[in-house]
Every structure is written in structure tokens, then in C-alpha cells.
T-cell receptor, first 112, second 114 residues
Framework: GENVEQHPSTLSVQEGDSAVIKCTYS??????FPWYKQELGKRPQLIID???NVGEKKDQRIAVTLNKTAKHFSLHITETQPEDSAVYFC???????????WGAGTKLIIKP | DAGVIQSPRHEVTEMGQEVTLRCKPI?????LFWYRQTMMRGLELLIY????????DSGMPEDRFSAKMPNASFSTLKIQPSEPRDSAVYFC????????????FGSGTRLTVV
């Protein structure tokens, strides 16, 4: 079945710097790519998503880029703040069904 | 909208006991998902329903696990008998086809089996 590889597993950045998390996939029929943020002890929450007919989407300090040819998509967070500390999950919807396939998660640590 | 509501928030039970987790999806959502989250395995999809019908239960670990959705506003996940390795956070999520594919998760049930 479809698989999503997420890197890195842990990312530590200085407050104010940018953070980039990357996910790769294999099924070219995948058509929806969301990113979720999970703070410690809380539920995963959708922060941004992109569809396969779009190459980039921005929402304030966060952006997602999609390269369909290379089969990877990335989350970009600029001007990081302490409240950005969390685990971030990428996911995708395979072309064949409705469930999401999840990456293993990236723990983002913002250093003061 | 109250969001996806799960109960209980925490459950501590002894090995061998039956455990029932409950979920109320967002009104109008036609998909409901049950996930299990652990440090070792991450987020695992156990089962999902569409219009109250189970579509894929291949993630249910074994026969001790069962899930039902008797109507559009309620679902249960039952473990009988429970074992210590079932200890995890169980999330319910719902979504609505046609509104994108993003899920809304409930707050989760932290299950501890001793």
C-alpha cells in the first residue's frame, strides 16, 4: 500500500528562524496533502492542506509546497515562535480511497 | 459546533475487563474514523465508517476489538478483554465528503490497562 516517509523525526531551530519538514510518497494518484499539528497532550489539528492541482499554498507564517514530479511535499514555517513547538504530521489521501495515510511525525523544538 | 466529542477522557481498567469508548461526530459529517496513538506505532487507523457503515476494519488489531455506529451521531469502540498492550490514546475523527478531506479529531481517550 501507499507509504509516506517524513523527515526529520526531530527538528530544533532557534526562535525566529525557519523550519522545513519534508514528506515523500510513492502513489502518483495521491490527490490531497494535509498537515496536522499536535501539541503535547492534545489532539491533532489541521493547519494547512494542499490539493494535487496546486503547487504552493500559504497561510500567514506557514506554507506547503508540492512537487508532484518528485513526489514530495513540504511544510515551511517562517519566523518560528515558541508556540510552534509541537509534533507535526504530514498525511495524504491515496487516489483509491477516503482514508488518510500518515507520516511518522516530526517533533519541532523552538529554542529561545 | 461542539466538535467531535469523546468520552471518557481517561480510563484506567484492569486487564481482562471490558472497555467501551464513545464518540459523537460533528453533525452532518458522514465519515467517522477511530485511531490509536502510541509512541512506538504513531497514529494507526483502526476502522472507519461512511454513513454508519464500516468500510475498512483492516486496522483492528484482533478480535478483542469491535466498533459500531448505530446512527449518524454515535459510535463505540469496545475492547474485550482488555490487555496492558492496549494502553494508548484512542482518537475519534470525523469529516464530510465535499468539504475537503480534512479530519476533525476529538480530544481522545487515554486508556491505561493495568
Amino acid at each position: 500500500g501507499e507509504n509516506v516517509e517524513q523527515h526529520p523525526s526531530t527538528l530544533s531551530v532557534q526562535e525566529g528562524d525557519s523550519a522545513v519538514i519534508k514528506c515523500t510518497y510513492s502513489d502518483s494518484a495521491s490527490n490531497y496533502f494535509p498537515w496536522y499539528k499536535q501539541e503535547l497532550g492534545k489532539r491533532p489539528q489541521l493547519i494547512i492542506d494542499i490539493r494535487s492541482n496546486v503547487g504552493e499554498k500559504k497561510d500567514q507564517r506557514i506554507a506547503v509546497t508540492l512537487n508532484k514530479t518528485a513526489k514530495h511535499f513540504s511544510l515551511h514555517i517562517t519566523e518560528t515562535q515558541p508556540e510552534d513547538s509541537a509534533v507535526y504530521f504530514c498525511a495524504l489521501k491515496p487516489g483509491s480511497n477516503y482514508q488518510l495515510i500518515w507520516g511518522a511525525g516530526t517533533k519541532l523544538i523552538i529554542k529561545p | 459546533d461542539a466538535g467531535v466529542i469523546q468520552s471518557p477522557r481517561h480510563e484506567v481498567t484492569e486487564m481482562g475487563q471490558e472497555v467501551t469508548l464513545r464518540c459523537k461526530p460533528i453533525s452532518g459529517h458522514d465519515y467517522l474514523f477511530w485511531y490509536r496513538q502510541t509512541m512506538m506505532r504513531g497514529l494507526e487507523l483502526l476502522i472507519y465508517f461512511n454513513n454508519n457503515v464500516p468500510i475498512d476494519d483492516s486496522g483492528m488489531p484482533e478480535d478483542r476489538f469491535s466498533a459500531k455506529m448505530p446512527n449518524a451521531s454515535f459510535s463505540t469502540l469496545k475492547i474485550q478483554p482488555s490487555e496492558p498492550r492496549d494502553s494508548a490514546v484512542y482518537f475519534c475523527a470525523s469529516s464530510r465528503q465535499g468539504m475537503g478531506y480534512g479530519y476533525t479529531f476529538g480530544s481522545g481517550t487515554r486508556l491505561t490497562v493495568v
